[in-house]
C-alpha cells in the first residue's frame, strides 16, 4: 500500500525556472493538501482541496498554482520559482470524518531554488 | 479563522521527567484537534485525536474548551520520544492547519 506518494525528493531550480510537483494518494481520500515546511515556521499550507474539482487558498498561496487533476492527483506548480520558495514541500491526504480523521503525509519534495 | 499556537520551538527535559508541549487554538466553532509527529527522516504521522480519548506511547492531550488548549503531556520521558511534534486543528471547512512545531529533545 503506497499511501501518498510524491515526486521528486529533491530538486534544485534556478531563479525564474518553473516545475511542478507531483503527488498521488491510493487511499480514496477527498481532500488533499500542499504544505511548505521551513525551520521555526511549522508547516503552513499552501493550497487544499477538499474534493474533486474544487481547490481553495490556504496560508501562503502566493507564487504557486495548484491542480486536482482527479480524486488521485493534486500537482503544485511553481510558475517562476524564486529563492524565497526554498523548503521541504508535503502532500498529504485525508478524509475528514468526525472521531475518524487522520492526515497521511508524503515524504516530502526538498526544493532549493538558487 | 483557524489558528493554532505552539509556544515553545525547543523543549528539552531529561529521561524519565515529565514533557508538556503546549498548544492554544483559535477557532468560532467545534474544532478536531490533533497531535501529530515527526521522527528524525521519517514522515509526519498522526500521534493521537482529541475525540479518541486515547493515550499512545503514553501520551495524552486534553481539550480544554475554556482555556481553548490542547497540551500535550506524557509523565516519563523517553529518549525515543525525542522528535518534532505539530498540533493541528481541523475546522468545519476541512482545512487542516498546524503550528508552528516544538521539537523536543530528550537527554540521557
Known amino acids: 500500500n503506497a499511501g501518498v506518494t510524491q515526486t521528486p525528493k529533491f530538486q534544485v531550480l534556478k531563479t525564474g525556472q518553473s516545475m511542478t510537483l507531483q503527488c498521488a494518494q491510493d487511499?480514496?481520500?477527498?481532500?488533499m493538501y500542499w504544505y511548505r515546511q521551513d525551520p521555526g515556521m511549522g508547516l503552513r499550507l499552501i493550497y487544499y482541496?477538499?474534493?474533486?474539482?474544487?481547490?481553495d487558498k490556504g496560508e501562503v498561496p502566493n507564487g504557486y498554482n495548484v491542480s486536482r487533476l482527479n480524486k488521485r492527483e493534486f500537482s503544485l506548480r511553481l510558475e517562476s520559482a524564486a529563492p524565497s520558495q526554498t523548503s521541504v514541500y508535503f502532500c498529504?491526504?485525508?478524509?475528514?470524518?468526525?472521531?475518524?480523521?487522520?492526515?497521511?503525509f508524503g515524504q516530502g519534495t526538498r526544493l532549493t531554488v538558487v | 479563522a483557524q489558528r493554532v499556537t505552539q509556544p515553545e520551538k525547543l523543549l528539552s527535559v531529561f529521561k524519565g521527567a515529565p514533557v508538556e508541549l503546549k498548544c492554544n487554538y483559535s477557532?468560532?466553532?467545534?474544532?478536531?484537534l490533533f497531535w501529530y509527529v515527526q521522527y528524525s527522516r521519517q514522515r509526519l504521522q498522526l500521534l493521537l485525536r482529541h475525540i479518541s480519548r486515547e493515550s499512545i506511547k503514553g501520551f495524552t492531550a486534553d481539550l480544554n474548551k475554556g482555556e481553548t488548549s490542547f497540551h500535550l503531556k506524557k509523565p516519563f520521558a523517553q529518549e525515543e520520544d525525542s522528535a518534532m511534534y505539530y498540533c493541528?486543528?481541523?475546522?468545519?471547512?476541512?482545512?487542516?492547519?498546524f503550528g508552528k512545531g516544538t521539537k523536543l529533545t530528550v537527554n540521557p
Open positions: 487511499m480514496n481520500h477527498n481532500s
Open positions: 477557532y468560532s466553532g467545534s474544532p478536531e
Open positions: 482541496s477538499a474534493s474533486e474539482g474544487t481547490t
Open positions: 493541528a486543528l481541523q475546522g468545519g471547512s476541512e482545512k487542516l492547519v
Open positions: 498529504a491526504s485525508s478524509t475528514p470524518s468526525r472521531g475518524n480523521t487522520e492526515a497521511f
